[in-house]
Nanobody, 118 residues
Framework: QVQLVESGGGLVQPGGSLRLSCAAS????????MGWYRQAPGKQRELVAT?????NYADSVKDRFTISRGNAKNTVYLQMNSLKAEDTAVYYC??????????????WGQGTQVTVSS
């Protein structure tokens, strides 16, 4: 079993900052890419940022969000600065995992709510 657990969401005023964390645990042989997606009410889930050896960002968050991985490589963080109302969404952690004794597949966290409002 592989689990991804997110933390760090909440309510923040426009212009504020939040840091999301995600930790992968379980029967993991290796993790390739990790990242964050988000889904706003009435909209499709969209890519926010991913990281392997390098990082990739949606245009809407470039220069405001920074993705990074922990030293153990099973954690991923998303530092969100200069938050806007349109960043309000449920944020999902993603990991491309090779489980022990199984085939590589994507795993998702349960989601954490980020609300940007005054």
């Amino acid at each position: 079993q592989v689990q991804l657990v997110e933390s760090g969401g909440g309510l923040v005023q426009p212009g504020g900052s939040l840091r999301l964390s995600c930790a992968a645990s379980g029967s993991i042989f290796s993790i390739n890419a990790m990242g964050w997606y988000r889904q706003a009410p009435g909209k499709q889930r969209e890519l926010v940022a991913t990281i392997t050896s390098g990082s990739n960002y949606a245009d809407s968050v470039k220069d405001r969000f920074t993705i990074s991985r922990g030293n153990a490589k099973n954690t991923v963080y998303l530092q969100m600065n200069s938050l806007k109302a349109e960043d309000t969404a449920v944020y999902y952690c993603y990991a491309d995992v090779l489980p022990i004794g199984s085939s590589r597949r994507p795993y998702w966290g349960q989601g954490t709510q980020v609300t940007v409002s005054s």
